[in-house]
């Protein structure tokens, strides 16, 4: 467990209407290894909770209660947490999610993230079993979400980054105004635009908390009506910061340019060389299959030859000759003669 002498972190969630999957979530910030913590629990209009069961199960770590009186959303909830924090760093963690017992631990300390001004890690994206009036939850199945180092033109297209993987300096998010209250949806994304555009973000690929599915009725995410929704507030998004999207386009335009700007002296004539030399060995290929084929066909013609009447009569001649005449012998030496003789005379 870390010492005291380290600044407090402050774990803001929102919760509504989830008491049961509320306090996995608490135990798991329980667990953290990290100290000092402290829990901001944001009471987004829901049901009445059991204030001293939460204090015994966070235990060591003290406890923010904000109650709304009626639902104001995710970005408001999240804006109320924000302000009633007093943490240096800031997570946040849906009230169905969990973090693992080093989370907190890995972003704060790790030695790997220099400077970075906001550091996060990955999640498994975990599919649950839950079945009414159990307590214990059951992992299906699980697989990393998603692991990415950042990319401000990739944040652009789309938030690859989940919120509860994030650690904030908790200055950052005040200064830049938290969440933007007019999302219903992707009030995440939209900050985390707002936030790259000035402070650099550092990936640490390992998976420290776990993002969960439980049911396509009752979780929100899951629902027809987000996805009916979805589109059009992802729109939203993208017209708010329509300038940083033809920015990022003149950029990527730039660096393009640069690139076949500062290519390697020489690097055309080498290209050139390579493709000569493919050109050649395709020429030699194309004349070995030529060789190839000619071969065959002699072979084919040869084959002919020996099948042929003609063929097979003179080596039945040869063999009478070799038997009537056996080489090296006076018969054989004299048969020479005759022969030559005739062919004397006939070329007379």
């Not at 509504?16 to 509320?22: A, F, G, I, Q």
């Not at 200055?171 to 707002?194: A, N, S, V």
């Not at 071969?295 to 009447?309: P, V, Y």
Request: aromatic share 8%; proline share 4%.
């Amino acid at each position: 467990m870390q010492t005291d002498s380290l600044s407090l972190v402050s774990v803001i969630v929102r919760t509504k209407d989830r008491p049961e999957l509320l306090k996995h979530a608490l135990r798991s910030v329980s667990a953290q290894t990290y100290r000092p913590l402290e829990l901001v629990l944001v009471n987004d209009g829901g049901c009445d909770l059991d204030l001293a069961e939460i204090t015994e199960i966070l235990g060591n770590v003290s406890l923010r209660y904000l109650r709304l009186e009626t639902n104001k959303g995710r970005a408001y909830a999240g804006n109320a947490g924000i302000k009633g924090s007093a943490g240096a760093h800031i997570v946040f963690l849906d009230d169905d999610d969990i973090l693992y017992p080093p989370h907190i631990s890995v972003l704060r300390t790790s030695p790997q993230a220099g400077g970075a001004a906001v550091v996060y890690s990955d999640a498994y994206l975990a599919h649950l079993d839950i079945r009414p009036g159990l307590p214990d939850v059951t992992v299906k199945d699980k697989q990393i979400f998603s692991s990415t180092d950042f990319s401000f033109s990739r944040l652009l297209d789309d938030n690859f980054i989940p919120l509860m993987t994030i650690l904030f300096p908790a200055h950052l998010l005040r200064e830049c105004g938290g969440f933007d209250e007019q999302f219903e949806l992707f009030e995440d994304w939209d900050m985390l635009i707002r936030l790259a555009v000035s402070s650099p973000f550092f990936h640490i690929p390992e998976a420290t908390a776990e993002y969960r599915q439980w049911s396509e009725t009752e979780q929100i995410a899951q629902t027809k009506a987000f996805r009916e929704k979805a589109a059009g507030f992802h729109d939203q998004v993208t017209l708010k910061h329509a300038k940083l999207y033809r920015a990022e386009m003149v950029r990527c335009l730039r660096q393009k340019e640069q690139e076949q700007e500062t290519k390697k002296p020489g690097q055309d004539l080498l290209q050139a060389q390579l493709q000569g030399e493919k050109e050649r060995a395709a020429e030699l290929e194309k004349t070995n299959a030529e060789l190839q084929l000619d071969l065959q066909e002699k072979e084919k013609a040869l084959a002919n030859i020996r099948n042929s009447h003609g063929w097979n009569f003179l080596l039945r001649y040869y063999k009478a000759r070799d038997l009537l005449f056996p080489p090296a012998s006076r018969r054989r030496t004299l048969l020479g003669k005759i022969l030559r003789t005739e062919r004397g005379e006939q070329d007379r």
